[in-house]
């Protein structure tokens, strides 16, 4: 079985640091794109940028470009979504989804990482 | 970037009605990067459709997707309790990737 979990829930403060993960399972890790998604609370979907971990490809969305950042560690199935200095607008749910190819649909998804930055 | 705008905002149905979703674009898509996803309160988006027409594995034969260009719909034959969630449509085709604003099926 296909399976995508991310890391737990994040509270922090403006200007803090933060990584959050998803571990693949149920295939080859390498083989999909990992793309990352936020949805702000009680909004819609916003696709952030894709990444391939075969060879850390990333491409970011110009809305998320500079503020975030991909990266992975293939041996253990890995994807990592990071900030280094959060903003109280960073405030929602994280999903990292994967697709088999650079431009095809988002297969599966993983549950979700709410992050709440606050002073 | 494509902006996607999806109507009616809200759809107020009794389960075994038909719903008829609609997702314009502001300029062509290639009708294979099109894809409508589910999400229900508290859960990830599931995918449905994806190329427009094709159902994703697992997804019931009431729910089919249609559409060219920069008009797409997404139609549920027969509403079952299940399905009043909230539908968005994505393009994948050109960077960066934009999902619209949503349709909320909601019960009647």
Same mark, same amino acid.
């Given at each position: 079985?296909?399976?995508?979990?991310?890391?737990?829930?994040?509270?922090?403060?403006?200007?803090? =640091?933060?990584?959050? !993960?998803?571990?693949?399972?149920?295939?080859?890790? /390498? %083989?999909?794109?990992? *793309?990352?998604?936020?949805?702000?609370?009680?909004?819609?979907?916003?696709?952030?940028?894709?990444?391939?971990?075969?060879?850390?490809?990333?491409?970011?969305?110009?809305?998320?470009?500079?503020?975030?950042?991909? =990266?992975?560690?293939? !041996?253990?199935?890995?994807?990592?979504?990071?900030? /280094? %200095?959060?903003?109280? *607008?960073?405030?929602?749910?994280?999903?990292?989804?994967?697709?088999?190819?650079?431009?095809?649909?988002?297969?599966?998804?993983?549950?979700?990482?709410?992050?709440?930055?606050?002073? | 970037?494509?902006?996607?705008?999806?109507?009616?905002?809200?759809?107020?149905?009794?389960?075994?009605?038909?719903?008829?979703?609609?997702?314009?674009?502001?300029?062509?898509?290639?009708?294979?990067?099109?894809?409508?996803?589910?999400?229900?309160?508290?859960?990830?988006?599931?995918?449905?459709?994806?190329?427009?027409?094709?159902?994703?594995?697992?997804?019931?034969?009431?729910?089919?997707?249609?559409?060219?260009?920069?008009?797409?719909?997404?139609?549920?034959?027969?509403?079952?309790?299940?399905?009043?969630?909230?539908?968005?449509?994505?393009?994948?085709?050109?960077?960066?990737?934009?999902?619209?604003?949503?349709?909320?099926?909601?019960?009647?």
């Amino acid at each position: 079985e296909v399976q995508l979990v991310q890391s737990g829930a994040e509270v922090k403060k403006p200007g803090e =640091s933060l990584r959050i !993960s998803c571990k693949g399972s149920g295939y080859r890790f /390498s %083989s999909y794109w990992i *793309s990352w998604v936020r949805q702000m609370p009680g909004k819609g979907l916003e696709w952030m940028g894709r990444f391939d971990p075969s060879d850390s490809y990333s491409e970011y969305s110009p809305s998320f470009q500079g503020h975030v950042t991909f =990266s992975t560690d293939k !041996s253990i199935s890995t994807a990592y979504l990071q900030w /280094s %200095s959060l903003k109280a *607008s960073d405030t929602a749910m994280y999903y990292c989804a994967r697709h088999p190819d650079p431009n095809t649909q988002f297969e599966d998804w993983g549950q979700g990482t709410p992050v709440t930055v606050s002073s | 970037d494509i902006v996607l705008t999806q109507s009616p905002g809200t759809l107020s149905l009794s389960p075994g009605e038909r719903a008829t979703l609609s997702c314009r674009a502001s300029q062509r898509v290639t009708s294979r990067y099109l894809a409508w996803y589910q999400q229900k309160p508290g859960q990830a988006p599931r995918l449905l459709i994806y190329g427009v027409s094709s159902r994703a594995t697992g997804i019931p034969d009431r729910f089919s997707g249609s559409g060219s260009w920069a008009d797409f719909t997404l139609t549920i034959s027969r509403v079952e309790p299940e399905d009043f969630a909230v539908y968005y449509c994505q393009q994948c085709g050109t960077s960066p990737w934009t999902f619209g604003q949503g349709t909320r099926v909601e019960v009647k």
